[in-house]
């Protein structure tokens, strides 16, 4: 078996604890997750099969979110999970100021990850070093935020903004939720967080460990195949000697192929068309042979002799 799962993650499951589900509940011993989520997060978490975990680096890594941000509150955790460290009541927000301190974290920004999170510093998780007491200081990193989008406000002693985010691998909502109270210097904390959208799977079309499991039973279960996955990237089809000479790890000098062509349209999503922005400008292609038969991921680059076609990944060998 080798294809995605777009798993609706429960909260109260770890990422790892939904590999090892699936694991267990497919009889499958190669299975990798794409984008971690935290326990208390919910939504869309894409679960590579079989081969397909070697797929996992080449899929979108664009993400979007929906969230309910808390203020006057602050916690070791950044979210309600964590300690109480500070809880001010502040009647006197209002929406149109936080409006417009949301519009600085739109963009490429510069992040600091929560203390409690996977990010590895000095080789260890950051989670373990905050639950040991240390104090680490943690770089900030570059981090894409395409669209911050308001969907609600309740105001109140300690007010409520409910955001839609759509952004770039490695973005922190919990920090945006921080950041933003420091900005407003009222604290802030995220009170609920559900991923929509993750490596091109879509809340929508995920299901959930019960539907799994009956698909299983019912014997229906079939994972996404992955070229469905890799839609991102611009295809090419080799001729029957290039496919098979490509499959042998060989590199195609000049190789005679035919481009699938990627538009925008302004009825896309801005994720969409930031990604096939991506698209274009990556070398990573998709690769099939003269019969659509998906053969695995390819990289093209520019020689003294012309273009050549570097196999990355083999998928399906000839």
């Not at 955001?163 to 904390?189: F, Q």
């Not at 496919?243 to 925008?264: H, M, V, Y």
């Not at 042979?289 to 990944?313: C, H, R, Y």
Request: net charge negative.
């Amino acid at each position: 078996m080798q294809g995605f799962l777009n798993l609706n993650k429960p909260a109260g499951f770890t990422s790892h604890d939904c590999v090892a589900r699936v694991r267990k509940l497919l009889r499958l011993k190669r299975v990798g997750h794409g984008g971690t989520l935290d326990p208390a997060v919910t939504g869309v978490l894409p679960i590579a099969l079989g081969k397909a975990t070697r797929l996992l680096q080449y899929l979108r890594q664009d993400k979007a979110y929906q969230g309910t941000i808390k203020l006057g509150v602050t916690t070791t955790t950044d979210d309600l999970a964590g300690e109480i460290i500070s809880q001010q009541p502040v009647n006197d927000l209002s929406l149109e100021a936080v409006t417009a301190a949301l519009q600085q974290f739109e963009g490429t920004i510069q992040q600091i990850p929560p203390n409690y999170s996977a990010i590895q510093v000095q080789g260890k998780r950051l989670y373990d070093l905050a639950r040991a007491g240390e104090k680490i200081d943690v770089p900030a990193r570059t981090v894409e935020v395409y669209q911050i989008d308001v969907l609600d406000w309740r105001g109140g002693e300690f007010p409520e903004i409910d955001v839609a985010i759509a952004c770039g691998s490695g973005t922190y909502i919990r920090a945006i939720a921080r950041d933003l109270g420091i900005a407003l210097n009222t604290g802030g904390v995220l009170a609920s967080l559900i991923r929509t959208a993750s490596c091109g799977f879509n809340l929508a079309d995920s299901i959930t460990f019960e539907e799994l499991e009956e698909q299983i039973q019912r014997g229906t279960f079939q994972p996404i195949p992955p070229p469905i996955a890799l839609t991102h990237l611009i295809s090419v089809n080799l001729s029957a000697t290039d496919a098979k000479r490509w499959c042998q790890g060989q590199k195609i000098l000049n190789p005679q192929f035919s481009i699938l062509d990627i538009t925008e349209s302004e009825e896309q999503e801005p994720s969409d068309r930031i990604s096939i922005q991506a698209a274009k400008s990556t070398n990573f292609l998709r690769v099939y042979d003269e019969n659509q038969q998906f053969l695995g991921i390819a990289n093209l680059t520019d020689s003294d002799q012309g273009k050549v076609l570097t196999p990355q990944m083999v998928f399906e060998a000839l």
